[in-house]
């Protein structure tokens, strides 16, 4: 059985924010470093002609300011109107736009968010759905809500909840900007998998900032994990992951990030991007370092017992130019006396030394 749902309870999902960039005072010509889709005259799919970020490039600008999001909608930029654009305008706009670049953005920000893990019978939720482009049920969002749930097993999705994502264990569908039709089909897509069961993101959870997802079987986490804003601490030990997932490179309030004993045997270039005061990497099977881990602003712990470390692996620049005060790297392939003569070890001595003396 289907219910209304309150415009009010919708409204505070979407935040508008201003983020203003600045491209480097001789260069006028640098990228912004991000694609947009979108414009009157190509819609990003039917329907739907917002200018919407689409890509944002690895490294380049928006990508080390970090504000920007994908699926950001550009409202202005420098004070020009972009909710009625041509593409090929909005894309100029930007790239004549000079050294400072003043971006209104609206942005799809539920104050809760929460995976929840469902059984399917024959490849089917049990779930009534509306909204999507071309059919919004609330006028200006684009989101797909549960209006209806029949023969639902495990009970745990509630009338309004906006979808935002699902996966099943091989694919990861987005049901944030899509026809009502795309969703239902992504759903089934989801669901086909039989054999186990599909995850589900609705806003429940980013005022989360605790938690343990310690001994499963993970081996990735979706984009859309971002949204848990405001977690602290993060449990992901005893897993089957094989690299740092990218969607924790988003989370900007973790204090604490736990990847022992899974099966990580790189750390990548990707690195720099992690902020974090303490990182646990111990029982993997890591032999590589990238040198961008000294670029880790915040990393003061960080812990690589019982890996396949060679000394030739430690970063120099890890030693001499981070701000890792306790760097533990026991069961590797030396012994501490080989560690301490290593180049750089005396920066690190003296970091430790130091923040030893501000905890006595």
Known sequence: MSQELPTSDYKDHWQEEEIVLERPSNDNDTSLGFRIAGGNDQPFVENFTSIIVIHITENGLVDR???????????????????????????????????????????????????????????????????????????????VFII?????????????????????????????????????????????????PSNVFTHHLSKLENLQLNSNHLHSLPMSFWYLTALRELNLSKNCFFTIPQAILNLTNLQLLDFSFNQITEIKNEI?????????LNNNKISKISTKISKCKRLKILRLDNNNLELKSIPISLLKYS???????????????????????????KRYTANQRKKD
């Open 272 to 280: 720099e991007l992690l902020q974090v005061d303490e990182l646990n």
């Open 148 to 196: 209806g749930i029949s023969n639902q097993i495990n009970k745990q999705l509630n009338i309004g909840d906006r979808l935002i994502e699902i996966s099943s264990a091989k694919n990861t569908y987005d049901l944030r900007f899509v026809t009502q039709k795309e969703a239902k089909k992504r759903i089934e897509l989801a669901c086909s998998d039989k054999s186990l």
């Open 323 to 349: 701000t890792v005060s306790q760097l533990s790297v026991k069961g590797n392939r030396f012994n501490d006396k080989q560690f301490q003569l290593v180049e750089g070890y005396d920066y690190y001595e």
């Open 65 to 143: 300011d970090r504000r920007l999001k994908l699926y950001d909608i550009i409202l202005r930029v420098n004070g020009v109107d972009y909710s009625n654009i041509k593409h090929q305008t909005a894309v100029r706009i930007l790239k004549m736009s000079r050294n400072i670049v003043r971006l209104l953005i609206r942005r799809l920000v539920p104050q809760l968010i929460e995976v929840i893990e469902l059984k399917h019978s024959n490849g089917k939720l049990g779930i009534e759905i509306v909204g999507g482009i071309g059919s919004e049920y609330f006028k200006g969002d684009y989101g």
